[in-house]
């Protein structure tokens, strides 16, 4: 327990000479030029090499995941990239790509340029749809041994329990907090057995954050939380607005997801429950993670009334939604709508 602890605060503390040592301890050279990069999970940062492109070094949070996870990661990044899909992999050194380096576990990986997908280009979003149906492809060939599975409960209700077993919520929400709660999860359960979904490898948190697109080429990066779930959890992040704004959006992503893969229609059931399931888990990661004081820093709004009010509000959005026929979807009109 104690050397748990220690490693936790050593990832807190992580210093400059911290993270080039660790670069340096795989034989690489740093240049001593660091750039902080856009993580809060994890510690990333691009890493200046002498001679040679920058690298982007990856810190694990200590007690996440274990080796073992981190290591299946790699491996199924690695096996996309050797059935060519578009993934930036770890790079190993004498076989590993998870190192250690004192107190800390990292990885480090090519630096690839691009930009965040624009979801109003119908001809990238069906570019992307291939990309997740390559992956599929490769996902359902095997099964994950030490990955989670997404699952309402573990995503779901063990979030709410969480946020009600702690003195985070006002008072006098508590009891509306917990009764909403209970109402979503049964709607979400019950939209999961209507759409009695196979489950498979997935990329698990594939949003337009984790796509870079280069020269109009997309590449995936961050398969940090990678996962078995239905195939759906990897296309609905890329649908936004309302209804009739979506529905022209999901005929490009299946167009081309449909090149490579069937997709089963009845798994759109789980979009507005997947997204519910989002919300719930999005406060509860906040909450657990509130004792690291970089998140103090970056989500300084959480936990405040106007935060719980805005979460209760937009939970009771989706109690409305999950009421609602899910979004259609007709294949033989998805090529002509996709462009």
């Given at each position: 327990m104690k050397g748990r602890q220690d490693d936790s605060l050593?990832?807190?503390?992580?210093?400059p000479d911290d993270i080039l040592d660790s670069v340096e301890?795989?034989?690489?050279r740093c240049d001593g030029r660091l750039l902080p990069l856009n993580s809060y999970e994890n510690r990333v940062y691009q890493v200046g090499i002498e001679a040679a492109p920058p690298v982007v070094a990856k810190f694990y949070r200590p007690g996440r995941w274990s080796d073992a996870a981190i290591r299946e990661e790699h491996d199924f990044a690695a096996e996309l990239a050797s059935r060519e899909v578009p993934v930036v992999a770890p790079l190993r050194r004498d076989g590993r790509s998870l190192h250690r380096h004192g107190a800390f576990r990292f990885s480090v990986s090519p630096r690839v340029a691009g930009r965040e997908p624009e979801l109003d280009d119908f001809s990238l979003l069906r570019q992307l749809g291939r990309l997740v149906g390559r992956l599929h492809l490769c996902g359902e060939t095997r099964s994950f041994e030490h990955r989670p599975e997404l699952t309402p409960a573990r995503l779901g209700k063990a979030s709410s329990d969480y946020l009600l077993g702690r003195d985070?919520?006002?008072e006098a929400l508590r009891p509306a907090y917990r009764s909403l709660c209970r109402d979503v999860l049964a709607a979400v359960d019950q939209a999961w057995v209507r759409a009695d979904a196979r489950t498979l490898r997935l990329h698990g948190d594939f949003h337009p954050g984790n796509v870079l697109v280069h020269e109009?080429?997309?590449?995936?990066?961050?398969?940090?939380?990678?996962?078995?779930g239905p195939a759906v959890q990897d296309l609905w992040m890329f649908l936004s607005g309302d209804r009739a704004e979506q529905e022209p959006q999901l005929a490009a992503l299946l167009a081309g997801y449909a090149e490579f893969r069937h997709f089963d229609a009845a798994e759109l059931q789980l979009v507005e429950a997947l997204r519910s399931l989002r919300i719930m888990h999005y406060a509860g990661w906040l909450a657990r993670r509130w004792d690291d004081p970089a998140f103090r820093i970056a989500f300084p709004w959480f936990g405040t009334p106007r935060y719980w009010d805005e979460h209760v509000l937009s939970l009771r959005e989706q109690l409305a939604l999950l009421q609602e026929p899910p979004l259609e979807w007709q294949p033989e009109r998805s090529a002509e709508n996709a462009y």
């Amino acid at each position: 327990m104690k050397g748990r602890q220690d490693d936790s605060l050593a990832y807190q503390d992580l210093q400059p000479d911290d993270i080039l040592d660790s670069v340096e301890s795989l034989g690489l050279r740093c240049d001593g030029r660091l750039l902080p990069l856009n993580s809060y999970e994890n510690r990333v940062y691009q890493v200046g090499i002498e001679a040679a492109p920058p690298v982007v070094a990856k810190f694990y949070r200590p007690g996440r995941w274990s080796d073992a996870a981190i290591r299946e990661e790699h491996d199924f990044a690695a096996e996309l990239a050797s059935r060519e899909v578009p993934v930036v992999a770890p790079l190993r050194r004498d076989g590993r790509s998870l190192h250690r380096h004192g107190a800390f576990r990292f990885s480090v990986s090519p630096r690839v340029a691009g930009r965040e997908p624009e979801l109003d280009d119908f001809s990238l979003l069906r570019q992307l749809g291939r990309l997740v149906g390559r992956l599929h492809l490769c996902g359902e060939t095997r099964s994950f041994e030490h990955r989670p599975e997404l699952t309402p409960a573990r995503l779901g209700k063990a979030s709410s329990d969480y946020l009600l077993g702690r003195d985070l919520l006002p008072e006098a929400l508590r009891p509306a907090y917990r009764s909403l709660c209970r109402d979503v999860l049964a709607a979400v359960d019950q939209a999961w057995v209507r759409a009695d979904a196979r489950t498979l490898r997935l990329h698990g948190d594939f949003h337009p954050g984790n796509v870079l697109v280069h020269e109009g080429q997309a590449r995936i990066v961050d398969l940090d939380d990678c996962c078995t779930g239905p195939a759906v959890q990897d296309l609905w992040m890329f649908l936004s607005g309302d209804r009739a704004e979506q529905e022209p959006q999901l005929a490009a992503l299946l167009a081309g997801y449909a090149e490579f893969r069937h997709f089963d229609a009845a798994e759109l059931q789980l979009v507005e429950a997947l997204r519910s399931l989002r919300i719930m888990h999005y406060a509860g990661w906040l909450a657990r993670r509130w004792d690291d004081p970089a998140f103090r820093i970056a989500f300084p709004w959480f936990g405040t009334p106007r935060y719980w009010d805005e979460h209760v509000l937009s939970l009771r959005e989706q109690l409305a939604l999950l009421q609602e026929p899910p979004l259609e979807w007709q294949p033989e009109r998805s090529a002509e709508n996709a462009y």
